[in-house]
């Protein structure tokens, strides 16, 4: 697959704002947008795929009720397809590798696309067939694959839509830093509140910057074991942008130096800004591929809290975990959700006796984001309500 980008498509790309342009920069938003040869394949999952591209996986792992073939659609994520074919959607390096020839890559998946299911000595591969020969009864295998550029470019890891706005809004701060970070000193003609389009005076050290992140109050994020800080959580307002005016100290008629504010337009809102709203440079991005897989290791932890204001979540919401970067948690890992065991009382003896049931599996979690010691990660499933404390580990 080609791309061709003319200069002025390069400069369009470029002027990209807002939440489509945060997106693009992480290369989730369209494949279309982002060079396919600097999406990674950790050498891990090219470890895995080999093995499994042998001689495809054993008839077990697969799914109950996979199907002998599956046309790629808009909408579909790899998490979708791998569940459809394997018992674990995060086992995807091993339905990459069951087809190591044709799925070079396992981000360049496209729609139309359709994948089938080849089972043989207790053993099954996946492979592609043309699109335009699905549902007429004879399916061709090729050597190839199809290759043409599409206007929805490559299917996503996960639902990007819920975990998009995340990306530029979640944020840990190691100290309490945005004590002293630039903040909003006054508003456009003495407003309380500021919405998109305002106007915003700032004090502080921009520190040359131009675009900013703006928050209100820093919360602290408590290890429900140890009871450490791990880092601070910004509850997120909008982002503003620089809009420079000239000089910011001007010599008023009695010779004393005045103070001028630097002048800020608010571009998008999550919140109103206020008076006092704190600053923050937007963070450089990154190009990230989510591949779901698991912890090369034994891993356990628990949960810190409910992003937002809320005490308990359920499936498709975020919660922060009390592992990070440095703990080794990598953007991709699948995580199992622990419910802990109910007490009771064994009355089946001579006497009462009270005793817990054993920790229950009951959903999954997909890490998006890292910080050091704090990782952001979205409910996949969820049984009962997940709360703070609650414990994961490796799946």
């Given at each position: 697959m080609s791309i061709r980008v003319n200069r002025r498509t390069s400069r369009a790309l470029s002027s990209l704002t807002g939440l489509a342009a945060a997106l693009a920069s992480w290369g989730i938003a369209s494949t279309a947008l982002a060079q396919p040869s600097r999406m990674p394949v950790t050498p891990e999952w090219r470890d895995t795929a080999n093995r499994v591209a042998q001689a495809g996986v054993p008839l077990e792992d697969l799914a109950p009720n996979a199907p002998d073939s599956h046309t790629v659609q808009r909408g579909d994520t790899l998490w979708g397809i791998s569940g459809l074919f394997l018992k674990t959607p995060w086992r995807w390096p091993e339905l990459w590798g069951m087809n190591l020839e044709q799925i070079k890559n396992p981000h360049l998946i496209y729609p139309g696309q359709v994948l089938y299911l080849e089972k043989k000595d207790g053993r099954a591969t996946l492979k592609f067939a043309q699109g335009d020969e699905a549902g007429t009864g004879t399916v061709k295998l090729s050597p190839t694959v199809r290759s043409q550029t599409l206007d929805n470019g490559a299917i996503a890891s996960i639902p990007l839509n819920l975990i998009g706005p995340f990306l530029t809004e979640a944020a840990v701060f190691d100290t309490n830093e945005l004590e002293t970070a630039p903040r909003i000193v006054a508003t456009q003609e003495g407003r309380v509140m500021l919405s998109r389009g305002e106007t915003a005076y700032v004090r502080g050290d921009l520190g040359g910057a131009r675009d900013f992140r703006l928050f209100r109050e820093l919360t602290p994020l408590v290890d429900p074991g140890t009871k450490d800080v791990l880092g601070y959580e910004g509850r997120y307002v909008g982002t503003a942008v620089h809009v420079p005016t000239g000089d910011t100290v001007l010599a008023s008629a009695s010779k004393d130096a005045v103070i001028v504010p630097d002048t800020f337009r608010i571009t998008s809102s999550r919140l109103e800004a206020a008076v006092g709203d704190r600053l923050s440079?937007?963070?450089?991005?990154?190009?990230?591929?989510?591949?779901?897989?698991?912890?090369?290791?034994?891993?356990?932890?628990?949960?810190?809290?409910?992003?937002?204001?809320?005490?308990?979540?359920?499936?498709?919401?975020?919660?922060?975990?009390?592992?990070?970067?440095?703990?080794?948690?990598?953007?991709?890992?699948?995580?199992?959700?622990?419910?802990?065991?109910?007490?009771?009382?064994?009355?089946?003896?001579?006497?009462?006796?009270?005793?817990?049931?054993?920790?229950?599996?009951?959903?999954?979690?997909?890490?998006?984001?890292?910080?050091?010691?704090?990782?952001?990660?979205?409910?996949?499933?969820?049984?009962?309500?997940?709360?703070?404390?609650?414990?994961?580990?490796?799946?």
């Open positions: 440079p937007v963070p450089q991005q990154e190009l990230v591929a989510y591949v779901p897989h698991a912890p090369s290791g034994p891993l356990e932890g628990r949960i810190v809290g409910i992003y937002g204001d809320g005490l308990r979540a359920g499936q498709n919401q975020v919660v922060s975990i009390n592992k990070g970067r440095r703990d080794g948690i990598e953007r991709g890992h699948v995580l199992a959700l622990w419910r802990t065991g109910a007490d009771t009382v064994d009355k089946t003896g001579p006497r009462k006796v009270a005793i817990r049931l054993p920790d229950e599996k009951h959903g999954t979690l997909f890490v998006f984001r890292t910080f050091d010691r704090v990782s952001y990660a979205l409910i996949l499933s969820a049984q009962e309500p997940v709360r703070a404390g609650d414990r994961f580990s490796q799946p």
